[in-house]
């Protein structure tokens, strides 16, 4: 798959924890917060090429 194809991906996984802090019961919103930032900069990562998946 594409670099920028995969970085998207993980961008949009890391949104959507981001963006649904508070309307799911399974974490609390910092933990939720939290995860999506780091999915986010995973995201980032790969799309420089520091990371290669």
């Known amino acids: 798959m594409n670099q920028n194809i995969t970085s998207l991906l993980i961008g949009l996984v890391g949104a959507a924890f981001t963006l ?3 309307s799911q019961p399974w974490m609390t919103p910092t933990q939720s917060i939290t995860m999506g930032l ?4 995973f995201g980032l990562l790969v799309r420089e090429g520091f990371i290669s998946l």
């Open 20 to 22: 649904g802090a508070y």
């Open 38 to 41: 780091v999915t986010l900069m």
